[in-house]
């Protein structure tokens, strides 16, 4: 297929792989002035996304997510602990020191051609660090609601014993919009997340219950089995490109054109975080509240799919 | 609703700046940056030549080393490391050094609130010094966040904290830089290029009306800030030392 002469260096005719490999620039800007990108997608849509619930059947908690083809495996464990004695009434989600980070965000040598083994991703730490503040310090002073984890449902005998979550995601497919799969996949699991049942054992110990009743022990917690999540947070990454936005891109998008602006929004429509780390363009009023717009209506996309998701676990 | 600050500053009033440039004797480019007690240390190495390995070789390119305080560096220096090195290339003419690399190393020397605002101006006016060739100058500031909508610009670390522990007043930090152009003001699509945003980072959770708010007063504070950093980037007298070589 060839291409009308675009400038007098070139040939007559190129090939499109060649033009896009060679020009990805003009490649894609002469996409954007028809307002679609290279894979049919108008600027504002996201791409597919799915969800799949109890992905891994060892964990308490998982969940696979794909936005596209960027695939992310959120799984989540939980131990019991004594509880610090600052909070008795509270469990904890991780060790909150470093580097034993609470939310651990992996990006193996599979997802991409660039990731090396032995060299962590330029990435990881930076995703990981970004889903950490999203998910743990997203409190709302107000106890009630105290952000999308109530630290109070993890503690199982005040001031003894309480749970520590520990919740891993790995980056199985990197393509484009890295933060927002992850925040789906972690998001999805605690949805997903079956607190184990367990009971005190004869040494005023807490441990974990098998399936059969052992010695009629009465669980302690059989009643409360799911966590309740508030505001839950839902994020799109939208690249800006002179005068365009162009919502979830792609990684050859995001090497392209590198101003990537990531807005966070709860389910009760707060701003939870508006990322711009940087980049040659940048961003003005009008572009910002285009983003939140974009970003408002890919939450309500979302909570659809995870809806959705849930209530298909729970037919079973 | 009016919110006493501890050092009886107004809302809108920033700490106390000031700003050196060339102290470090050996490396290109040197400037220390402090507001109140927060104080950093930045120096730039460079052009050096080659870019590392995956970085494209018709740009140069910008490599940010963060060293904290005390302890060793980890995931929150690896992110600041990041939102620096973004926000140094976007002020940075990449085009004029191909396939070469300037080093930036960011020395905090004391911490007392709003440290990234504090560093990305002391890396600035240390590329100045060193004589990179920038686009335009950049400018940062913190602004926290309460409750009740009241904003408050360039914390201390009292005033994060203390805002986050207590129940009924907290602390949503947003971090805004804005542009500005030496000397001319275009105009873009209605808004002054001066007004855009180059970085921003949020922590907390707020409304987005807030967020803009916040914005509002962040960028008035800047033009105050930017008139600072360009006095003390004027050139020096002749009769300081200049570096032989």
Redesign the interface.
Known sequence: MGLPNVSGDLSAEMDVDAFRRLFPLRFYERHLVESIRPDARPLGRARDTTLALGAVASADGSALAKIGLTTMLAAIKMEVMTPSTETPDEGSIGINIEPFSAIDFHMPPICSPLVRPGRPAEAEPVVSKQLSDTILRHVDCFSVISGMINLKELSLINGKAAWMVYLDIYCLDADGALFDAALLSAVAAFSHLQIPVVSLNDHGKVVLMSEENEGGKDPVNKEKRKLTLSSIPFSLTCILHKNYILADPTAEEESIMETLVTVVLDSSGQLVSLYKPGGPVLAYTSAIQDCVALTRQRVKELRKILDEALSGMEVY | MEVDRIDERTPNQLRPLSCSRNILNRAHGSASWSQGDTKVLAAVYGPKAGTRK?ENPEKACIEVIWKPKTGQS???E??YE?????????ICILTINPNTMTSVIIQVVDDDGALLPCAINAACAALVDAGIPLKHLAVAICCGLA?SGYVILDPTKLEEQVL?I???D?MNAVLVLS?LPNGSLQK??G?P?E??????????????E???HC?ERGRAATSKMSDFLRRSLQPQLPSDSSKAG
């Open positions: 995956n980890g995931k929150l690896k992110e990041m939102i620096l090195k973004r926000t140094l290339q976007s409750e986050i207590f129940v009924f907290f542009v873009k699509g808004e290029l007004h855009g945003i180059i970085t921003s980072f949020t922590q907390g959770s707020m409304s987005v807030d967020y803009l914005l």
